[in-house]
Protein backbone atom coordinates (compact mmCIF):
# COMPACT_ATOMS: atom_id res chain seq x y z
CA UNK A 1 0.00 0.00 0.00
CA UNK A 2 2.37 2.10 -0.93
CA UNK A 3 5.30 0.92 1.05
CA UNK A 4 4.11 2.41 4.59
CA UNK A 5 1.18 0.97 6.05
CA UNK A 6 -1.09 2.49 8.93
CA UNK A 7 -3.59 -0.01 10.81
CA UNK A 8 -6.97 0.08 11.72
CA UNK A 9 -8.14 2.58 9.28
CA UNK A 10 -10.45 3.03 11.88
CA UNK A 11 -10.22 2.92 15.79
CA UNK A 12 -12.84 3.93 18.51
CA UNK A 13 -11.49 5.10 22.19
CA UNK A 14 -13.24 5.16 25.42
CA UNK A 15 -12.72 7.56 27.93
CA UNK A 16 -9.44 6.62 30.17
CA UNK A 17 -8.55 4.28 27.27
CA UNK A 18 -4.85 4.08 25.73
CA UNK A 19 -5.05 2.84 22.31
CA UNK A 20 -1.62 2.14 19.89
CA UNK A 21 -1.76 3.08 15.97
CA UNK A 22 0.75 1.04 14.19
CA UNK A 23 2.69 2.63 11.36
CA UNK A 24 4.83 0.10 9.06
CA UNK A 25 6.77 0.62 6.33
CA UNK A 26 9.13 -0.98 3.89
CA UNK A 27 10.74 1.71 1.92
CA UNK A 28 14.22 1.91 3.89
CA UNK A 29 13.73 5.24 5.12
CA UNK A 30 15.54 6.39 7.81
CA UNK A 31 12.82 9.04 9.21
CA UNK A 32 9.43 8.23 10.11
CA UNK A 33 6.81 10.33 11.56
CA UNK A 34 3.01 11.37 13.06
CA UNK A 35 1.10 14.14 11.88
CA UNK A 36 -2.23 14.95 13.26
CA UNK A 37 -5.23 16.46 11.24
CA UNK A 38 -7.65 18.44 12.41
CA UNK A 39 -10.15 20.27 9.99
CA UNK A 40 -9.05 23.75 8.96
CA UNK A 41 -5.84 23.00 10.82
CA UNK A 42 -3.54 21.54 8.62
CA UNK A 43 -1.21 19.04 9.60
CA UNK A 44 0.43 19.55 12.72
CA UNK A 45 3.60 17.23 14.34
CA UNK A 46 3.23 14.97 17.17
CA UNK A 47 6.58 13.27 16.96
CA UNK A 48 9.08 12.28 14.83
CA UNK A 49 12.17 9.78 14.87
CA UNK A 50 14.90 10.20 12.19
CA UNK A 51 17.24 6.98 13.51
CA UNK A 52 16.31 3.93 15.39
CA UNK A 53 16.00 4.24 19.09
CA UNK A 54 15.36 7.90 18.89
CA UNK A 55 12.85 9.99 18.62
CA UNK A 56 11.58 13.68 19.01
CA UNK A 57 9.05 15.76 20.13
CA UNK A 58 6.93 17.41 17.55
CA UNK A 59 4.87 20.68 18.22
CA UNK A 60 1.40 18.73 20.08
CA UNK A 61 3.43 15.55 21.85
CA UNK A 62 1.38 15.89 25.02
CA UNK A 63 -0.77 12.78 25.76
CA UNK A 64 1.13 10.75 23.00
CA UNK A 65 3.96 8.84 23.36
CA UNK A 66 5.75 6.41 20.71
CA UNK A 67 8.84 4.16 20.52
CA UNK A 68 11.28 3.10 17.60
CA UNK A 69 13.01 -0.11 18.64
CA UNK A 70 12.86 -1.02 14.64
CA UNK A 71 13.83 0.92 11.43
CA UNK A 72 10.66 -0.52 9.92
CA UNK A 73 7.99 0.59 12.59
CA UNK A 74 6.99 3.81 14.30
CA UNK A 75 3.68 2.78 16.77
CA UNK A 76 1.91 6.03 18.38
CA UNK A 77 0.02 5.45 21.86
CA UNK A 78 -2.50 7.89 22.19
CA UNK A 79 -2.99 7.93 26.00
CA UNK A 80 -5.75 8.98 28.18
CA UNK A 81 -4.00 12.45 29.08
CA UNK A 82 -5.24 13.30 25.42
CA UNK A 83 -8.01 15.12 26.23
CA UNK A 84 -9.11 15.47 22.64
CA UNK A 85 -7.95 12.85 20.59
CA UNK A 86 -10.82 12.51 17.95
CA UNK A 87 -9.13 13.16 14.64
CA UNK A 88 -7.24 11.98 11.43
CA UNK A 89 -3.74 10.57 11.97
CA UNK A 90 -1.02 10.26 9.22
CA UNK A 91 2.47 8.43 9.56
CA UNK A 92 4.65 9.60 6.83
CA UNK A 93 8.45 8.33 6.28
CA UNK A 94 11.19 9.61 3.93
CA UNK A 95 14.99 9.22 3.21
CA UNK A 96 16.65 12.49 3.94
CA UNK A 97 15.75 15.60 2.52
CA UNK A 98 13.55 14.01 0.45
CA UNK A 99 10.23 14.57 0.20
CA UNK A 100 7.20 12.25 2.48
CA UNK A 101 5.69 9.59 1.72
CA UNK A 102 2.30 9.10 3.78
CA UNK A 103 0.17 6.62 5.08
CA UNK A 104 -3.28 5.95 4.26
CA UNK A 105 -3.95 7.08 7.83
CA UNK A 106 -5.94 6.18 10.87
CA UNK A 107 -9.28 7.90 12.19
CA UNK A 108 -9.61 7.53 15.65
CA UNK A 109 -12.96 8.61 17.28
CA UNK A 110 -13.71 8.71 21.32
CA UNK A 111 -16.82 7.09 22.06
CA UNK B 1 10.91 27.87 14.59
CA UNK B 2 9.22 27.77 10.96
CA UNK B 3 6.03 28.91 10.63
CA UNK B 4 4.55 28.33 6.88
CA UNK B 5 0.79 31.05 6.17
CA UNK B 6 -0.92 29.70 2.97
CA UNK B 7 -3.90 31.45 1.10
CA UNK B 8 -6.85 31.07 0.22
CA UNK B 9 -8.30 28.38 2.06
CA UNK B 10 -11.02 28.21 -0.68
CA UNK B 11 -10.58 28.42 -4.01
CA UNK B 12 -13.24 28.21 -6.90
CA UNK B 13 -12.77 28.25 -10.19
CA UNK B 14 -13.95 27.20 -13.59
CA UNK B 15 -13.17 24.23 -15.77
CA UNK B 16 -10.24 25.25 -18.49
CA UNK B 17 -9.13 28.15 -15.75
CA UNK B 18 -6.03 28.70 -13.53
CA UNK B 19 -5.20 28.30 -10.25
CA UNK B 20 -3.05 30.11 -7.96
CA UNK B 21 -2.30 29.24 -4.51
CA UNK B 22 0.46 31.16 -2.53
CA UNK B 23 2.54 30.27 0.93
CA UNK B 24 4.31 32.37 2.77
CA UNK B 25 7.47 31.05 5.57
CA UNK B 26 9.32 32.78 8.03
CA UNK B 27 13.09 30.68 8.32
CA UNK B 28 15.27 31.68 5.78
CA UNK B 29 17.41 28.55 6.02
CA UNK B 30 13.58 26.73 5.13
CA UNK B 31 15.60 25.39 1.66
CA UNK B 32 12.90 22.35 0.42
CA UNK B 33 9.52 23.28 -0.47
CA UNK B 34 7.08 20.36 -1.83
CA UNK B 35 3.38 20.63 -2.24
CA UNK B 36 0.69 17.99 -1.65
CA UNK B 37 -2.52 16.91 -2.97
CA UNK B 38 -5.32 15.56 -0.77
CA UNK B 39 -8.80 13.96 -1.95
CA UNK B 40 -11.04 13.20 0.18
CA UNK B 41 -10.29 10.71 2.72
CA UNK B 42 -7.23 9.80 1.03
CA UNK B 43 -3.21 10.66 2.30
CA UNK B 44 -1.58 13.58 0.65
CA UNK B 45 0.52 12.78 -2.42
CA UNK B 46 3.10 14.92 -3.41
CA UNK B 47 2.54 16.24 -6.06
CA UNK B 48 6.01 18.66 -6.62
CA UNK B 49 8.52 20.27 -4.76
CA UNK B 50 11.60 22.84 -5.62
CA UNK B 51 14.78 23.22 -3.82
CA UNK B 52 16.38 26.52 -2.83
CA UNK B 53 18.80 26.78 -5.89
CA UNK B 54 15.78 27.18 -8.54
CA UNK B 55 13.28 30.04 -8.69
CA UNK B 56 10.51 27.86 -11.08
CA UNK B 57 9.73 24.01 -11.84
CA UNK B 58 7.18 23.04 -13.80
CA UNK B 59 5.32 19.34 -14.74
CA UNK B 60 2.74 19.67 -17.24
CA UNK B 61 0.01 22.09 -16.30
CA UNK B 62 1.18 22.06 -12.97
CA UNK B 63 4.30 24.62 -11.34
CA UNK B 64 5.64 26.24 -8.18
CA UNK B 65 7.76 29.53 -8.05
CA UNK B 66 10.18 30.64 -5.39
CA UNK B 67 11.24 33.74 -4.29
CA UNK B 68 13.64 33.35 -1.55
CA UNK B 69 13.85 37.06 -0.72
CA UNK B 70 10.37 37.53 -0.14
CA UNK B 71 10.14 34.66 1.43
CA UNK B 72 6.88 32.87 -0.43
CA UNK B 73 5.96 30.22 -3.11
CA UNK B 74 3.18 29.75 -5.43
CA UNK B 75 1.68 26.84 -7.15
CA UNK B 76 0.39 27.10 -10.18
CA UNK B 77 -2.16 24.69 -11.91
CA UNK B 78 -3.37 25.82 -15.37
CA UNK B 79 -6.12 24.41 -18.15
CA UNK B 80 -8.05 22.57 -14.23
CA UNK B 81 -10.14 19.57 -14.72
CA UNK B 82 -12.57 18.34 -12.46
CA UNK B 83 -9.72 15.53 -11.04
CA UNK B 84 -8.01 18.54 -9.16
CA UNK B 85 -10.60 18.90 -6.97
CA UNK B 86 -8.95 18.50 -3.86
CA UNK B 87 -7.23 20.01 -0.92
CA UNK B 88 -3.58 21.57 -1.19
CA UNK B 89 -0.99 21.88 1.12
CA UNK B 90 2.13 23.73 1.19
CA UNK B 91 5.12 22.84 3.32
CA UNK B 92 8.60 24.22 3.92
CA UNK B 93 11.69 22.78 6.00
CA UNK B 94 15.61 23.02 6.20
CA UNK B 95 15.86 19.82 4.90
CA UNK B 96 17.42 17.67 8.05
CA UNK B 97 14.14 18.84 9.87
CA UNK B 98 10.47 17.79 10.06
CA UNK B 99 7.88 19.68 7.33
CA UNK B 100 6.10 22.25 8.52
CA UNK B 101 2.24 22.81 6.61
CA UNK B 102 0.20 25.41 5.51
CA UNK B 103 -3.60 25.17 6.61
CA UNK B 104 -4.40 23.98 3.24
CA UNK B 105 -6.72 25.06 0.46
CA UNK B 106 -9.62 23.41 -0.93
CA UNK B 107 -9.74 23.94 -4.49
CA UNK B 108 -12.93 23.47 -6.40
CA UNK B 109 -13.10 23.02 -10.28
CA UNK B 110 -16.68 23.91 -11.43
CA UNK B 111 -17.71 21.94 -14.80
Known amino acids: DGGITQSPKYLFRKEGQNVTLSCEQNLNHDAMYWYRQDPGQGLRLIYYSQIVNDFQKGDIAEGYSVSREKKESFPLTVTSAQKNPTAFYLC??????????FGSGTRLTVV | GENVEQHPSTLSVQEGDSAVIKCTYSDSASNYFPWYKQELGKRPQLIIDIRSNVGEKKDQRIAVTLNKTAKHFSLHITETQPEDSAVYFC??????????FGKGTRLSVIA
Open chain 1, 92 to 101: ASSMGADGYT
Open chain 2, 91 to 100: AASRGNTPLV
